[in-house]
């Protein structure tokens, strides 16, 4: 099994930055994709970034792109959120997830563990 424990959310006034991070433990952490996912107050989850297993390659969802990075230390079993330029749609519940070991991507059907959450609140 796998145990994730996100950290680094709070509030921010738009325009600001962020680094949320998250660390894992638990089976085989370091072959898994990791992603984070998103929720707003009355809204659907979304997937916001996902990053190879290497930490070579990452994706991220469209409303994100060129504001947020995302990156991995497998030595240290965490992974990083690095959020800039937020707006005020940025509020969210914001989630670590692992993928499963022959998955990698944002669905959420293919996640196998999910961090508890930390909250982000960005006012305009």
């Known amino acids: 099994q796998v145990q994730l424990v996100e950290s680094g959310g709070g509030s921010v006034q738009a325009g600001g930055s962020l680094r949320l991070s998250c660390t894992a433990s638990?089976?085989?952490?370091?072959?898994?994709?990791m992603a984070w996912f998103r929720q707003p107050p009355g809204q659907e989850r979304e997937g916001v970034a996902v990053?190879?297993?290497?930490?070579?390659?990452?994706n991220y969802g469209d409303s994100v792109k060129g504001r947020f990075t995302m990156s991995r230390d497998n030595a240290k079993n965490t992974v990083y959120l690095q959020m800039n330029s937020l707006k005020a749609d940025d509020t969210a519940m914001y989630y670590c997830?692992?993928?499963?070991?022959?998955?990698?991507?944002?669905?959420?059907?293919?996640?196998?563990?999910w961090g508890q959450g930390t909250q982000v609140t960005v006012s305009a």
């Open positions: 990053i190879a297993r290497d930490g070579r390659s990452t």
């Open positions: 997830a692992a993928s499963e070991l022959w998955a990698c991507s944002m669905v959420g059907e293919l996640i196998a563990a």
């Open positions: 638990g089976h085989d952490v370091n072959r898994r994709c």
